[in-house]
């Protein structure tokens, strides 16, 4: 978490604050600026974004507009962020419960006549218990504390109560094998679509700004303009959404993409 003060000038991005009055307005020039809380930047992050905004609005000549557009920004980024997280830690415990579910559903549904080793794979290579009896032992002791819910959530990830046991979290219900089987089969995606939609939201919002304030303007019927395109990536690039050396289109391409995909997957 990193804080700071900000001093934009509240007249000019009034419609993103519509109850904020005169009064409010006053204090805040006589206190030097508002204060900045951010709980998903350090005060590197903060600084990259802040000194690579102010070469940003020169290159595209809206220097003038650098603190409110830094205020936006900010601002808007923390409203994301929530939802930006929520979505990777959600495949994350997908992947997790997909993970155990396997290695349980193997136990499980092992023969008693047939063999069975438990294998370990460290970086330098891999270690096994052979011996049938032991393995089967071990892998007994894992079962039975995760059918006793005696595991770590914070380790094994929220979802994984559900994913193997449904709605009976209070009860003592071993898992069922049908549940099991549907865990092992999950199929996790990953959040790019949506996480690229947060990241077009943020552009959007930043945009009207642009639109109703600076230089960087378009007509009703164009969606994006190329100097806006430009700016929006090296704002992306600036939080850590984007990385240049990883796309493969020119910058504005790739946000005019962003957009149009964005635009065909609104809800």
């Known amino acids: 978490m990193y804080q700071t003060t900000l001093n934009p000038d509240f007249n000019k991005i009034k419609e993103y604050i519509p109850n904020i009055t005169d009064a409010d307005l006053t204090l805040i020039q006589q206190a030097g600026g508002v204060p900045v809380y951010l709980d ?18 020169n290159t595209y000549g809206v220097a003038d507009h650098y603190e409110e557009l830094l205020y936006l920004i900010l601002q808007k980024n923390e409203q994301i ?18 993970e155990v579910a396997k290695f349980l559903l193997a136990y499980k549904e092992s023969k008693p ?46 979802k994984i109560l559900f994913d193997l046991f449904g709605e009976d979290l209070e009860n003592d219900s071993p898992i069922a094998i049908e549940r099991l089987k549907a865990t092992a089969n999950l199929s996790p995606r990953k959040p790019t679509v949506r996480l690229k939609k947060l990241q077009v939201e943020l552009c959007s919002y930043i945009q009207v700004y642009l639109i ?4 960087l303007t378009a007509t009703p019927d164009v969606l994006l303009t190329d100097a806006q395109a430009n700016l929006f990536f090296d704002i992306l690039e600036l939080i850590g959404y984007v990385n240049r050396d990883k796309v493969e289109s020119e910058p504005k391409d790739y946000m005019h993409a962003m957009f149009r995909n964005h635009i065909k997957i609104k809800h």
């Open 40 to 57: 998903y930047m350090k005060e590197a992050d903060y600084l990259r974004v802040a000194e690579g905004l102010k070469q940003a609005v």
């Open 81 to 98: 962020r929530v939802r930006y997280d929520a979505y990777w830690q959600n495949y994350e415990d997908d992947n997790t419960s997909k």
């Open 113 to 158: 006549n047939q063999h069975f080793h438990l294998v370990a794979k460290p970086v330098t290579g891999s270690v096994a218990v052979k011996d049938t009896v032991i393995a089967k032992w071990m892998c007994e002791q894992i079962y039975k504390a995760m059918e006793a819910r005696d595991f770590p959530l914070g380790t094994f990830g929220d």
């Open 212 to 215: 109703n304030q600076t230089s």
